[in-house]
Each structure stands twice: as structure tokens, then as C-alpha cells.
């Protein structure tokens, strides 16, 4: 049976670029650094995000981009901070997607090696409720 999400590993060309990234968009703190010693497949370092387990290896960048991503919940009133952390780290801003009111907003933006964020206001239960609510109102 699956208890839940144990990690999520992201292969970027710098350790220490993605490092900046993370502990400056996400407060994410840094609990281990393989330096030197390889364990796994390349060096890494691992993080927490919350309580959420990011783990970082050395390697090759992504080829392209695309909308595949993750994301991570905010809150509203904490957008226009988030905006401004992704900004000052001069990450590449994609422009959000069309939405519905009341669905949340987002920030997504590129990481150095093509993965893509986001920063979303919403939850899985608003975002239900107000695609029911449409779907009502088109009936």
C-alpha cells in the first residue's frame, strides 16, 4: 500500500545553483551533503521542503522544456513574496495559464536545467468545487 510520497529527485548540472534555488524560492534547509563520497549515482545533496524530502544529483540538464512540473502550495498572501524571490534570483517567469476565478493563482517559473515550478495559491478541493460549479452553470 502506498503511505504517501517518500521523495522527489531533480538532476541539475550545479549542486550549488540549485542549492541558491531552493533555499531561496522554497526556505528549503539542507540536511545532507554527499561532497566529495558518491553513494548513489553522482554526487547529491538532500533537502526539506516542509516535510518533503528533495534530493538533487549531479548530471546532465534536462533537453528541453516542457509543462511537465511540480508544485507547491502557497498562500495567497504570500504570492506577491514568492514573486519577488523567484524575480531576484533572475529565474525565467513562464506565464501562467489561463485559469477560472477561483481555481488559485501561480507562479511558474525554470530552473537552470529546464525543470519547471510551481507556486500555487489553490488546493485540489477549491479547484473541484469551482470546476463543479461550472459545469453547473454550462448545463
Known amino acids: 500500500m502506498i503511505e504517501g510520497l517518500s521523495h522527489i529527485t531533480f538532476i541539475v548540472r550545479d549542486l550549488n545553483r540549485m542549492t541558491e534555488i531552493l533555499t531561496g524560492v522554497f526556505d528549503a534547509s539542507e540536511v545532507y551533503d554527499s561532497g566529495i563520497r558518491q553513494f548513489s549515482l553522482s554526487r547529491e545533496k538532500f533537502f526539506l521542503i516542509g516535510d518533503i524530502w528533495v534530493a538533487i544529483m549531479e548530471g546532465e540538464a534536462l533537453p528541453k522544456r516542457s509543462y511537465n512540473h511540480i508544485a507547491f502550495k502557497i498562500d495567497e498572501a504570500d504570492f506577491g513574496r514568492y514573486l519577488e524571490r523567484v524575480g531576484k534570483l533572475g529565474l525565467d517567469m513562464h506565464p501562467p ?33 469551482r470546476y463543479a460549479r461550472g459545469l453547473e452553470t454550462a448545463q
Open 97 to 129: 495559464r489561463p485559469r477560472v476565478e477561483g481555481e488559485g493563482r501561480s507562479i511558474y517559473f525554470y530552473d537552470d536545467d529546464n525543470h519547471l515550478f510551481e507556486l500555487h495559491t489553490g488546493t485540489l478541493n477549491e479547484r473541484l468545487a
